[in-house]
């Protein structure tokens, strides 16, 4: 059974905020100290999201996203990007925050997880040829993945029910205003094509495209 009951979560801030970050931390320490990961395994995981409205750097934050750590028995996370947590192998990712904001509110599963992939492809290709350039989000690089079965399996249990990481994230997630009148896919992934001139330029800036 889940270690986290879905109907106990509530919405603790838009994606990327500090409030969230550290409500997604907080439920990963809980799932994986209630798994037993073994003493000895050092992993880390970090999400960093680039160019985050204004309002979400207030206070003196410095960096958009949230951490957990796995080392020497303990398990620890929070809101922030820190050194230490980089410095693990695990998983490490950096996005810009336009780019994964709104879908990241969607529930899934596996499949569901495949046609939201699906559904980005078909954005980026169609900024791409937008802005006239390959890769204009520079995304792709990045360390290798790392993502053991001891840290896996705990924080996925249950993501075909609705349930699993990804899906408590969700759950806390308050909508983004950026997005409110976009149209977007049935997995909410922004829909580039539908949008009008002035909604492309807009969303172009959001990412931080330079045009």
């Given at each position: 059974m889940p270690v986290i009951d879905m109907s106990t979560l509530k919405k603790e801030g838009e994606f990327g905020s500090r409030e969230w970050g550290a409500a997604c931390a907080a439920a990963s320490v809980?799932?994986?100290?209630?798994?037993?990961?073994?003493?000895?395994?050092?992993?880390?995981f970090t999400e960093h999201y680039t160019h985050a409205p204004d309002r979400l750097m207030q206070g003196g934050r410095k960096k958009a996203g949230y951490y957990i750590i796995v080392k020497d028995g303990k398990i620890s996370g929070d809101d922030g990007i820190p050194d230490e947590a980089l410095a693990i192998p695990g998983f490490h990712i950096t996005a810009r925050w336009a780019a994964i904001c709104n879908q990241s509110g969607a529930f899934y599963g596996t499949e569901g997880g495949k046609r939201?992939?699906?559904?980005?492809?078909?954005?980026?290709?169609?900024?791409?040829?937008?802005?006239?350039?390959?890769?204009?989000?520079?995304?792709?690089g990045g360390p290798k993945i790392i993502w053991p079965p001891e840290i896996g399996g705990p924080l996925m249990e249950g993501h075909e029910e609705g349930n699993?990481?990804?899906?408590i994230a969700a759950a806390m997630q308050m909508p983004s205003p950026e997005f409110a009148d976009l149209p977007v896919t049935e997995m909410l992934v922004p829909d580039f094509e539908a949008m009008t001139e002035a909604q492309k330029m807009a969303f172009i800036k959001l990412l931080g495209i330079e045009m």
């Open positions: 809980k799932i994986l100290e209630a798994a037993g990961v073994p003493a000895d395994m050092q992993w880390a939201r992939t699906a559904d980005e492809a078909v954005m980026y290709e169609a900024i791409e040829k937008y802005v006239g350039r390959p890769n204009p989000l520079g995304r792709g699993g990481l990804h899906n």
